[in-house]
């Protein structure tokens, strides 16, 4: 199976610092789509970006940034001047073609940011 | 536009016991999903759908059954619960098999299996 990596189970920051979350991931297709989602304390699951596998451009949105690198496989999330209703589990997610358009998620990353 | 809802929200079976989880969405989506999620396991793909009258098989498919009769619902069935079962159970559409549509999910079922 083409694995989606999230590396880091849990990291715990103090508000306002910078901190980064890192996916990689594994496909053999060259059309893929790559999804970041936010799950709250409260549950849901927030849809947060996608990127497609043949744009590398950052992008960056308020305090969101995510670096996309082919070359490495990766496709990380940076929060800058973290807040503590950033507090979610974070899950990275990866979808191709030829897997019927499923969704295959990384395990996840506990962020808690301590005031 | 309510979304992707999810009824229940919680239960409490016995082992042994079956029942039936009901995704619905008025997005006039193409393709659903059923999802449990473990702690640590991130979220695993049980059975999901292409179309009304279509499902297929996921990672986790054993123990679980689905139906997909009318395009806006989803049915996700334990025929005879197990502990094993116990989890949160997210369903989640999408328009369709463009790859750049996002999933959207609804709120979860947490079940718990005694």
């Known amino acids: 199976a083409q694995k989606v990596t999230q590396a880091q189970t849990e990291i715990s920051v103090v508000e306002k610092e910078d901190v980064t979350l890192d996916c990689v991931y594994e496909?053999?297709?060259?059309?893929?789509?790559l999804f970041w989602y936010k799950q709250p304390p409260s549950g849901e699951l927030v849809f947060l970006i996608r990127?497609?596998?043949?744009?590398?451009q950052n992008e960056i949105s308020g305090r969101y940034s995510w670096n996309f690198q082919k070359s490495t496989s990766s496709f990380n999330f940076t929060i800058t001047a973290s807040q503590v209703v950033d507090s979610a589990v974070y899950f990275c997610?990866?979808?191709?073609?030829?897997?019927?358009?499923?969704?295959?998620f990384g395990k996840g990353t506990l962020l808690t940011v301590n005031p | 536009n309510a979304g992707v809802t999810q009824t229940p929200k919680f239960r409490v079976l016995k082992t042994g016991q079956s029942m039936t989880l009901l995704c619905a969405q008025d997005?006039?989506?193409?393709?659903m999903y059923w999802y449990r999620q473990d702690p640590g396991m991130g979220l695993r793909l049980i059975h999901y759908?292409?179309?009304?009258?279509?499902?297929a098989k996921g990672e986790v498919p054993d123990g679980y059954n689905v139906s997909r009769l009318k395009k806006q619902n989803f049915l996700l069935g334990l025929e005879s619960a197990a502990p094993s079962q116990t989890s949160v159970y997210f369903c989640?559409?999408?328009?369709?098999?463009?790859?750049?549509?996002?999933?959207?999910f609804g709120p979860g079922t947490r079940l718990t299996v005694l």
């Open positions: 989640a559409s999408r328009r369709d098999g463009g790859y750049h549509n996002e999933q959207f």
């Open positions: 496909t053999r297709d060259t059309t893929y789509y």
């Open positions: 990127r497609n596998s043949f744009d590398e």
């Open positions: 997610a990866r979808i191709s073609g030829g897997s019927n358009y499923k969704l295959t």
């Open positions: 997005m006039n989506h193409e393709y």
């Open positions: 759908s292409v179309g009304e009258g279509t499902t």
